[in-house]
């Protein structure tokens, strides 16, 4: 048996080679067939990780989620083929991959990877974040039924959104409320959990992602952009104001001709309207640009942070010119998610009928003849579901062959799911983006 020195020493090493991964346009670092979970058993209960919460019936008081006489059960049997990651997300050595409960066997919507541990394993089993028992629905009303895209914040924050939803096919449920959580990543503690009004939406359906806008010298005074692609609206909440309202607006809506897609050998029509929101440089008077664009369209939008911030500029019919269309990225250029890096200045793009990442240069005119293309590979980069970029300079992105899995069948011979990974400062090499 390997002494445990050893098993450090291999687990450093594959570490380092994770980090190491850099010169080409982005390096495949994870990839599975199926998804495995480490804490999928029946009755399994994580005994050392548990979330506590502030008892508003206590002054200075916590309670906690997950302990191990809370009587967590399970929340039915694991169906492998069922598990497709769609979100990922790196902060100081843990990779928070995210499973939707959009099929039924999916034991933990909210997972992680240890890099430290797990990170020497082509296809290492997910770890559920914070524990499997707070990942059991059906164990408490307080527990997590859906998440799809995390977010960290200048805080050191995990944001992200509940839907609240089981979007089994032919049977929907809204079991609760959606809600959006926040919690510290330095104590893995809940800071806040805040359900949406039902006069926000009716059902957690197309919140789908979560964009932090806050200055790390005030954290309590963040704001959360929460793009709705049912509904086509812009949600923002305050956390110091303990607020939410919402924009519509029409540049939120699908582009009809943008809505045809042909993606992993499979054609299909999807009306996704507003999807991703990413916020710009710091401007000079202290603000900021927020961009934004739907998912079933080629063309990015523009607003600043000053206009939602503002609850009362919600209430406005007319919006005038605050909400301004910044052009087309070019054709096949529909995207899922995109992201602003302060290091470089350029804007990466998850584009999913090219099967890669784009990049637009802020301090260029967005035209067509500005957006440049990173890497593309339509047999393994199939469906970039999400993109993010880590507080080191590195852009992640996790590729899923959801289209394959909706409308036709996934090969589990074959690798379905990988995540990629590249610095922010040679993603850009070599392109328009420069």
């Not at 582009?255 to 299909?268: E, V």
């Not at 087309?328 to 899922?336: A, D, I, K, L, V």
């Amino acid at each position: 048996m390997l002494s445990l020195h050893v098993l450090l020493l291999c687990a450093i090493a594959g570490l380092q080679l994770l980090i190491s991964a850099d010169g080409d346009p982005m390096i495949e670092v994870f990839k599975w067939k199926q998804l495995d979970f480490y804490n999928r058993k029946d009755g399994y209960m994580d005994l050392w990780s548990r979330l506590c919460i502030p008892d508003p019936h206590v002054y200075n008081s916590r309670k906690c989620l997950g302990s191990s006489n809370s009587g967590a059960s399970s929340t039915g049997s694991f169906i492998q083929y069922n598990n497709v990651p769609q979100g990922v997300t790196h902060f100081r050595g843990r990779l928070f991959v995210t499973v939707p409960r959009r099929q039924e066997g999916i034991p933990s919507t909210l997972n992680y990877i240890d890099l430290a541990m797990d990170g020497w394993n082509q296809s290492p089993n997910l770890r559920a974040y914070p524990n499997f028992a707070l990942n059991q629905y059906n164990a408490s009303e307080q527990n997590l039924v859906s998440v799809y895209r995390t977010s960290v914040d200048a805080c050191g924050r995990l944001w992200f959104v509940d839907t609240g939803m089981l979007e089994f096919p032919n049977n929907r449920q809204q079991i609760r409320r959606p809600s959006i959580w926040v919690i510290d990543l330095a104590n893995d503690r809940l800071l806040k959990r805040f359900e949406i009004p039902q006069s926000i939406v009716e059902i957690g359906r197309g919140l789908a992602s979560i964009t932090v806008d806050v200055d790390a010298r005030r954290c309590a005074d963040a704001f959360a952009y929460i793009p709705d692609l049912v509904n086509r609206r812009l949600h923002v909440y305050h956390l110091r104001s303990d607020r939410i309202w919402s924009f519509e607006h029409s540049y939120f809506n699908f582009d009809p001709l943008s809505d045809d897609l042909n993606i992993g050998g499979q054609t299909f029509r999807w009306d996704d309207g507003i999807f991703s929101a990413t916020l710009g440089a710091y401007k000079a008077d202290g603000s900021r640009d927020v961009y934004f664009h739907p998912m079933a369209s080629t063309n990015e939008f523009v607003v600043s942070n000053r206009v939602l911030k503002q609850e009362c500029n919600a209430a406005r019919s007319d919006h005038g010119d605050d909400f301004q269309l910044l052009g087309t990225r070019g054709p096949s250029t529909q995207s899922t998610m995109h992201k602003y890096d302060p290091r470089t200045g350029v804007i990466f793009f998850a584009e999913v009928q090219k099967s890669g990442v784009g990049c637009w240069k802020t301090s260029k005119p967005f035209s067509t003849e500005n957006h440049g293309s990173v890497y593309s590979n339509s047999s393994e980069m199939i469906y970039p579901s999400d993109l993010t970029i880590d507080e080191e300079g590195y852009i992640w992105v996790m590729s899923n062959s959801m289209p394959i899995f909706v409308y036709s069948k996934l090969d589990v011979e074959k690798y379905n799911f990988r995540i990629w990974r590249q610095a922010t400062s040679l993603a850009k090499r070599g392109t328009v983006c420069e």
